[in-house]
């Protein structure tokens, strides 16, 4: 699987957009970007995933470059709530009885502090 | 709520005592997969289920083993406690879909393991 990497934390005001980078270099073609957040003490809960285009959703934005070696989350307005840490990985797509399907590695993402 | 249920929520064992987690997946999801979160850094994959198969594994020794039952919900053994398992143990349950990757896992609260 390929390695991401993450800033280990970033602040962002409230109300303002929190632009969270990710770089995953040696990501292969068929390799889908996924985003997680864990609040303290719970389970990640997913975001957001894509291949290659734009994605969006109730939550927030996936932008992945065009030579999908790094993408970035958007959360576009950003509350207290959103304090967590957030995880950028990327995973191997799922084909029957592959060792390796589903893997998915973690690293130790971006601590996202929301300041009033 | 995530609809993933893992039991107990906390437990405390002694070196070299066995210990059994459980979790019981999201109504409609086939794939298990485990994870082991140290303090301060991301889960790490422990190992994945599929019809009742592991359908692969990270870098766990092996007694570090599962079971996958019938109705999809699943069991996490680790036999021989050391100290440093202790961590919190998250499982996380997704819906395989035909000829792509899992759509998104959805993970429960987790299962915080003490060694003493």
């Known amino acids: 699987d390929a390695k991401t990497t993450q800033p280990p934390s970033m602040d962002c005001a409230e109300g303002r957009a929190a632009n969270l980078p990710c770089n995953h270099s040696t990501i292969s073609g068929n390799e889908y970007v996924y985003w997680y957040r864990q609040i303290h003490s719970q389970g990640p809960q997913y975001i957001i995933h894509?291949?290659?285009n734009n994605e969006t959703n109730e939550m927030a934005s996936l932008i992945i470059t065009e030579d999908r070696k790094s993408s970035t989350l958007i959360l576009p307005h950003a509350t207290l709530r959103d304090t967590a840490v957030y995880y950028c990985?990327?995973?191997?797509?799922?084909?029957?009885?592959?060792?390796?399907?589903?893997?998915?590695?973690f690293g130790d993402g971006t601590t996202l502090t929301v300041k009033p | 709520e995530t609809g993933v249920t893992q039991s107990p929520t906390h437990l405390i064992k002694t070196r070299g005592q066995q210990v059994t987690l459980r979790c019981s997946s999201q109504?409609?999801?086939?794939?298990v997969s485990w994870y082991q979160q140290a303090l301060g850094q991301g889960p790490q994959f422990i190992f994945q289920?599929?019809?009742?198969?592991?359908?692969g594994r990270g870098n766990f020794p092996p007694r570090f083993s599962g079971l996958q039952f019938p109705n999809y919900s699943s069991e996490l053994n680790v036999n021989a406690l050391e100290l440093d398992d202790s961590a919190l143990y998250l499982c996380a349950s997704s819906r395989r879909l035909q000829g792509g990757a899992n759509a998104e896992a959805f993970f429960g609260q987790g299962t915080r393991l003490t060694v003493v």
């Open positions: 894509g291949l290659k």
């Open positions: 990985i990327v995973r191997v797509p799922i084909e029957a009885y592959n060792t390796n399907a589903g893997k998915s590695t």
């Open positions: 109504s409609g999801h086939n794939t």
């Open positions: 289920y599929y019809r009742e198969e592991e359908n």
